[in-house]
């Protein structure tokens, strides 16, 4: 008369059913949590496009802040905060102001993750995020 429970085979195949199921289901959980983050560098430069119309009325100039200027990403932030009188922190993208003709371009590149060096950039002609690179955006 056979007992009541499973055996080990039936035990270990459930197990790798599980294993599998959860394998394929891991990158599409990624995907939102990137999408959050592309989002979040969008609202920072928004925030940056918006300063950059107030720094130009009172000092007459855009701030321009790339890498030529500092090469720490940690330092630029820093100073496109104080200069921009903003409070960006962001531990997923670098951010930099460049000379664009005789405006500018803010830029925010992926550090790391899915979409590493994938960027997205706003200038002072629009106020809509450029955002080609990275399909998690």
């Known amino acids: 008369m056979r007992e009541k429970g499973f055996t080990l085979l039936e035990l270990m195949v459930v197990i ?20 959050s983050r592309g989002r979040n560098a969008e609202f920072n430069l928004i925030a940056i496009y918006s300063a950059q119309k107030r720094h130009l009325v009172s000092e007459r100039k855009y701030f321009i802040c790339d890498s030529g200027d500092i090469s720490d990403p940690d330092d630029r932030l ?9 409070k960006i922190e962001d531990a997923y993208f670098e951010y930099s102001i460049s000379k664009a003709g005789d405006g500018y371009r803010a830029r925010a590149v ?10 997205m950039s706003v200038t002072e002609d629009n106020s809509t995020v450029d955002k080609k690179g990275c399909t998690a955006w």
């Open 110 to 119: 992926r550090k790391d993750g899915r979409c590493v060096d994938e960027a």
């Open 78 to 86: 820093a100073e496109i905060n104080k200069n921009l009188s903003l």
């Open 16 to 35: 790798v059913i599980i294993g599998i199921l959860v394998i394929y289901s891991l990158p599409s959980m990624r995907d939102p949590l990137e999408r």
